[in-house]
């Protein structure tokens, strides 16, 4: 077993990939220096408020904007009226409908909180108290609140996630052993610390965009398409963001409202979402609703799983929060059907939140087999080692690596599961009822091309240089620890640069991809930029080492050398000014070589048309955790406290095992909130988001977090990366939430399947 | 409303004058008029921390402090906490040392409330610093790290 120990920072090995190099930006964070989208300086900025819809669906029929034009400094009121000549971009594929309009202030309303109006004045006040006097007339329609109005129907199967195999109605229905039961998640949301928001200007037709990005030139692209211009025209620039979690990674209707009416105006405008207007501008996660029938032999060998799943989703695009993700993979099963529907609301589109649809998928079947292995009496650690997939049943395919069992089995005695007594209501503590669970997390692993460039200045340092982004991930440190392992220069000897389209482009920061994706583009643009400095050193006329006699040279600890020891060592600077070297700059891009034309790249770079999915090669690929838990239940009061955290993680080869943990932690925490407090709640009369701030939305807060212990399962997997990886940011949440819900019921005999556990559910 | 206010704000030891609207929090004086950008705008609405500054030395919401209510007070923000020659802060070494930010964007809010709750004496246990560190929300959930840098933080200061 590997316990990751805290260990303090300063060992040679801690430059190098798998060392615990503290974060490489750390000190521009900790003083207050790093900065963030809305905090550049930028010459005559005016400030953009926006005003959002007040009905859940119809029709804007007229706005007064009156009264807002005469308050002192008020610049301008955007409304629907306003033709801001803008085009709808493509989606994340790249595909893109031709000649259709794009209204990021419609007339038609189809949410409550829908952007409608804007107001820009001289000051962020002169313009919030402008926006609360323009008056909006309009044509109410009558509006479907959530997935529980009577009027939303069963929503439309989307048949390309039906997945099936052996016949498992029949198997179900033979099996001596069955449950089946409905779980449900809510609304949930990112909350991340720093709102949305962005400073745009033009220069000419020249835009520049200080925003968050998960993804800088995938919104590049998007600016561009909207605006019409060439991509080249755009700059996103985004070297720190204040978290995302899925939300940061596209270009939003507020982007283009502040773009336009920078160019209306021929000023540079700033506009900051407030934090209620962050729950309506963009979607979190869907609510969904699952049914999970599971048939079992008696001795507890699964021989059917029927998976039906909906979520939410708008009325305008049909987005799958996909609740049988997780299903097909977990357990060797002969016999499965899965279908998942969308059930169109009066919302905003749902989207991506860390560990989109295989967190809620793992809610249900891994809720499930807890419920199976209380009705056959059996340990649930035993349930699932018993039923433990040999291989993909979904694909038919090897796995690549899969330390799931070791993080069972270790998760296990790192936690004490043997101590654990059967029954619930067994153990307890005074008033506290006790209950341990356990929740498996998985989530794929997805490559994307990436391109990176290595500079060496004639001052010895080396820039590593990437459009990629660093939302606390660690980016910035695990290129620098690769740069200096594939190098052989010291890390203090790194700068790295990041979070800018005019970069080279590379994988989003999103689905866990990023990681392994640009330290792979790094890892081979240093080994080439290391070929290059070897071989000016051993031709290059005015070089001290072109006389050694050598064959080649290493360079080690930021010095050059023969290994027999011919001639000279030097170092980079010595050597860049024999060379008469400014700088030495290498570029390279893990494209393939009949994809190497700048259309090619500018496709790659901005679009997921070329993002590997978990089984497109002769393996099935995924990262793998079990999460064990501890609650204490008050039985007077019915309030839920996690206790105590045991995780077990298989994702490969740990980069740098200190942001690897934080990530993990993060994740954890994350799913501790969706088990006890998150919640979005709609008022059902007109589609409001009740909740809409951060005192009532609850987020986990630090005295709500026990100690979390981590544990590394994993084995390096060259399959899945360049440098052994797998996905780390999102499988972290996976499995929390059951893991606490079987906890629950273990403590308390309530078997709750409808998130969150609050008291009223366990009184 | 367009009139201003003549303010003269002590911040991290010097001296700013500011031509504002009475209405402008100290949140926004630091981050639109004087450039001070490392104190962070969270909710705006004084329910996440991310704002926390010190006002005579406690710790303050700067959100829910208008800039003219806090004349004639001696104002600490993030940027002025580390020594004079540049070296960090025992908490914001700390925090670098045990990884307790991720995105950093609460991160100076947390320190800022951390250094003033060690000075409050609320670290007598990992409870008690959950407990007065529970102002703070940190979305990347770095909360285990910034127990265990405020712990070491405290009891290197006694």
Redesign the interface.
């Known amino acids: 077993m590997t316990i990751m120990e805290?260990r303090?920072?300063g060992s040679a090995a801690d430059g190098l990939v798998g060392g615990r190099l503290?974060?490489f930006?750390?000190?521009?964070?900790?003083?207050?220096?790093?900065?963030?989208a809305?905090?550049y300086?930028v010459d005559g900025l005016a400030h953009a408020v926006l005003v959002q819809s007040t009905i859940a669906a119809g029709t804007v029929v007229a706005v007064d904007a009156s009264q807002a034009l005469a308050v002192?400094?008020v610049l301008m009121v955007l409304t629907p009226e306003d033709d801001l000549g803008l085009m709808t971009a493509s989606d994340w594929y790249g595909n893109r409908p031709e000649n259709q309009p794009f209204l990021p202030l419609p007339r038609e309303v189809t949410y409550n909180g829908q952007s409608i109006a804007a107001v820009v004045g001289e000051?962020?006040?002169?313009a919030i108290?402008a926006a609360k006097l323009v008056r909006v007339i309009y044509e109410e329609k009558p509006g479907i609140a959530d997935i529980d109005d009577a009027k939303a129907g069963k929503g439309k199967l989307m048949d390309n996630l039906s997945v099936a195999w052996g016949d498992a109605e029949a198997a179900f229905a033979a099996a001596p052993v069955r449950v089946e039961a409905e779980y449900r998640t809510p609304r949930e949301y990112?909350?991340?610390?720093?709102?949305h928001g962005l400073t745009a200007k033009w220069d000419g037709d020249q835009l520049t965009v200080w925003e968050p990005s998960q993804w800088t030139h995938g919104m590049q692209r998007n600016y561009a398409e909207w605006f019409g211009l060439p991509i080249e025209n755009v700059r996103m620039i985004s070297p720190?963001?204040?978290?995302?979690?899925g939300s940061k990674g596209v270009a939003l209707p507020y982007g283009a409202v502040a773009a336009a009416a920078a160019r209306k105006l021929g000023r540079p405008v700033k506009l900051?979402v407030?934090?209620p207007q962050n729950f309506t501008s963009y979607g979190g996660r869907a609510a969904t609703r699952q049914t999970i029938a599971l048939g079992a032999t008696e001795d507890g060998v699964l021989q059917a799983i029927i998976h039906r799943g909906a979520n939410e989703t708008s009325t305008y695009t049909d987005y799958p929060e996909q609740t049988g993700a997780a299903t097909p993979i977990l357990y060797k099963v002969e016999n499965f059907s899965s279908q998942s529907r969308v059930v169109p609301v009066n919302t905003v589109t749902p989207g991506a939140l860390r560990g989109p649809g295989k967190n809620p998928s793992a809610f249900g079947i891994e809720c499930a087999m807890e419920e199976l292995a209380y009705k056959l009496g059996m340990d649930p650690l035993e349930l699932r080692l018993k039923n433990y997939a040999d291989h993909d049943y979904q694909s038919g395919k090897p796995w690549s690596t899969r330390q799931l069992r070791e993080a069972l089995t270790q998760g296990a005695e790192a936690f004490g599961w043997s101590r654990r007594s059967h029954e619930p209501r067994s153990m307890r503590d005074g008033r506290q009822l006790v209950g341990w669970g356990i929740g498996c997390g998985t989530f794929p692993v997805l490559r994307a091309p990436s391109a990176a460039m290595i500079r060496i200045l004639a001052n010895g340092r080396v820039e590593v240089v990437s459009g990629a982004i660093d939302?606390?991930?660690?980016t910035y440190t695990i290129l620098a620890q690769t740069a200096s392992e594939a190098l052989g220069v010291p890390v203090d000897q790194i700068d790295v640069v990041l979070g800018d389209s005019r970069l080279p482009g590379s994988a989003i920061a999103g689905g866990s991809m990023l990681a392994g994706s640009i330290t792979g583009a790094v890892h081979k643009t240093a080994a080439a930029a290391r070929d290059e400095l070897i071989g000016l050193a051993l031709n290059d006329p005015n070089s001290p080492l072109r006389d050694t006699g050598a064959n080649t040279l290493t360079v080690s600890n930021g010095r050059i050398a023969s290994e027999l020891g011919q001639g000279p060592a030097l170092s980079l600077p010595e050597l860049m000014a024999a060379l008469g070297r400014t700088e030495i700059e290498v570029v390279r891009n893990t494209l393939p070589e009949d994809a190497q034309s700048l259309t090619d790249q500018n496709a790659a770079w901005s679009s997921m048309a070329r993002v590997q999915g978990p089984t497109m090669g002769d393996y099935s690929m995924h990262s793998w955790c079990a999460h064990f838990a501890e609650v204490r239940v008050d039985e007077d009061f019915g309030t839920v406290r996690v206790s105590r955290i045991v995780s077990a993680f298989d994702c490969g080869r740990l980069y740098n095992p200190?942001?690897v943990?934080?990530?993990w932690?993060?994740?954890?925490?994350?799913g501790i909130g969706q088990a006890l407090f998150e919640e979005g709640l709609v008022d059902g009369r007109n589609g409001r988001t009740i909740n809409n701030?951060?005192?009532d939305y609850l987020?986990?807060?630090?005295?709500?977090?026990p100690?979390?212990q981590v544990i590394s399962v994993g084995v390096p997997d060259h399959q899945a990366s360049a440098l052994g990886g797998k996905g780390v940011g999102e499988v972290g949440i996976v499995g929390v939430a059951p893991a606490i819900a079987n906890a629950v019921f273990h403590a308390t005999g309530k078997r709750v399947r409808d998130l969150p556990l609050t008291l009223d559910k366990l009184l | 409303m367009t009139r201003t206010i003549q303010l003269t704000l002590d911040i991290n030891g010097h001296s700013h004058e500011l031509d504002v609207e009475p209405r402008v929090t100290l949140l926004d004086a630091l981050r639109e008029h004087l450039l001070l950008t490392g104190t962070k705008k969270g909710c705006d609405q004084g329910q996440c921390g991310a704002c926390t500054c010190h006002v005579d030395g406690k710790r303050v919401l700067s959100c829910l402090t208008l800039a003219a209510q806090v004349e004639g007070r001696q104002i600490t923000t993030i940027e002025g906490i580390a020594a004079e020659n540049g070296d960090l802060h025992p908490v914001q070494a700390a925090f670098l040392e045990h990884d307790a930010f991720q995105c950093g964007y609460c991160t100076p809010g947390q320190i800022m409330s951390a250094v003033a709750c060690i000075k409050e004496g609320h670290t007598g246990s990992d409870e008690e610093i959950r407990e007065y560190m529970s102002g703070n929300l940190c979305r990347c959930g770095a909360y285990n790290s910034v127990v265990a840098a405020v712990r070491e933080a405290a009891e290197a200061a006694r």
């Open positions: 805290t303090k920072h503290s974060r930006e750390g000190d521009l964070k900790v003083t207050g220096a790093a900065t963030y809305l905090e300086p002192p400094g000051s962020r006040e002169q108290e990112h909350v991340a610390m720093e709102p720190f963001i204040g978290g995302g979690f900051a407030t934090r939302m606390g991930q660690g200190k942001m943990e934080s990530q932690r993060g994740g954890i925490i994350m701030n951060v005192g987020v986990p807060t630090n005295s709500d977090i100690h979390i």
